[in-house]
């Protein structure tokens, strides 16, 4: 005699054998690849969201896109869009299917922003940003404690070619990145490792450790919220990321082995270090950006908001003669197209009125990492001659 409880077992496996008979088998999902560079730079970008009614293309970066690119259904639920030809480069990138932001799942490259990820690709054609059969210097993450902030922080270190096995001392070149950004971005979508291997292989940079910190110092940071203060960045950077760096690495360290540069908010915080420590860098290089206390107010043009205070609360150090003899290259490039192109104009004007002899560069383009890139291959080869 069959037992209630096995009896019940029996039925209970019949009915889920019949239910799964009625069901679809599931399907696996069709084979594509993404991103698909192709010979004349442009990209085909595809995900898989057969259930999806929209699916749009975040890249704000690439040509003509900006935010919000539509894709295209296709066959078995892959949705597609071809951009491009692209210049070469790195591109960041997400999806938006249905309202939901998204990476690419078939793209296992990423770059790293102070709140996100992206995905990201890289189209070839640039000898000076590509991967090259040349000699490799090494990008590495590097944790430190942060006494000014007490907890344990974050930067990416460049070691030139040869660093590992030698013993020379190079000199130090502190690289900062932009408002939303994280210490992963120059080395990831900025190319900075590939960009200083390639130069230094062709002779048009001398070997040097780069420094890229972590320049917001509060996770949540989000646009339109609240924001920390410049001076909490400035005082970790002094107080902790330089004496960490010199350290642990091989460093020179008298003023003339010291360069550092900035793009948009890293501009600003390198005007700010600089200013703080005359006499600590000998190289300053501005991205893209300039004193925030001047809002631009229509094209080449800029308006005060009240008295520059900052010109007020600096203006010892601007007119200390003194410490800008040690200072052999005060460097800014901004885009003609660049929102914060007249801020870059009126803080060059400031800096010649207190008798410094800035060089400014004015290229095509806007406010994107198609010009960040080019900047550090134009303001490398000049440090530390």
Aim: charged fraction near 20%.
């Amino acid at each position: 005699m069959m037992r209630p409880g096995t009896a019940l077992l029996a039925v209970a496996a019949c009915v889920l054998a019949q239910t799964a008979s009625a069901q679809p088998a599931p399907q696996r999902p069709p084979v594509f690849a993404s991103p698909e560079v192709r010979a004349d730079r442009s990209v085909v970008l595809r995900v898989h969201a057969p259930q999806a009614t929209a699916v749009r293309l975040n890249a704000s970066d690439m040509p003509g896109l900006g935010m919000g690119t539509a894709l295209t259904k296709g066959d078995e639920g892959v949705w597609s869009v071809a951009v491009g030809p692209l210049p070469a480069g790195a591109y960041r990138y997400t999806f938006n299917v249905d309202g939901l932001m998204v990476v690419d799942p078939r793209n296992p490259a990423i770059s790293e922003s102070n709140n996100n990820v992206w995905s990201l690709v890289v189209v070839p054609g640039n000898d000076l940003m590509d991967v090259k059969d040349v000699p490799h210097g090494a990008v590495s993450a590097v944790t430190y404690q942060s006494s000014t902030l007490k907890r344990a922080r974050r930067m990416h270190v460049y070691t030139p070619p040869g660093y590992e096995s030698g013993a020379e001392r190079y000199p130090v070149f502190y690289l900062l990145h932009g408002m939303g950004d994280c210490d992963d971005s120059w080395s990831s979508v900025g190319r900075a490792g590939f960009i200083l291997d390639n130069l230094i292989a062709a002779g048009k940079a001398r070997p040097m450790i780069v420094v890229m910190p972590a320049g917001h110092t509060r996770a949540g940071f989000a646009f339109g919220g609240p924001r920390p203060t410049t001076d909490e960045f400035v005082q970790d950077f002094l107080t902790d990321i330089v004496p960490h760096i010199d350290r642990r690495y091989r460093t020179v360290t008298d003023r003339a082995s010291r360069a550092i540069a900035g793009l948009s908010m890293g501009g600003a915080q390198t005007l700010n270090i600089a200013i703080a420590e005359p006499t600590k860098f000998a190289y300053v290089g501005v991205y893209s950006s300039g004193l925030f206390g001047i809002v631009p107010m229509g094209p080449g043009a800029g308006q005060r908001t009240g008295p520059f205070q900052w010109e007020e609360d600096h203006k010892a150090q601007l007119d200390d003669a003194k410490a800008r003899e040690g200072l052999k290259l005060l460097w800014f490039a901004t885009g003609k197209d660049d929102f914060l192109v007249g801020t870059t104009r009126e803080t060059v004007a400031l800096y010649k009125k207190h008798g410094f002899s800035p060089i400014y560069k004015e290229t095509e383009g806007a406010h994107t990492w198609l010009n960040w890139r080019d900047y550090l291959i134009e303001f490398a080869p000049m440090l530390f001659k």
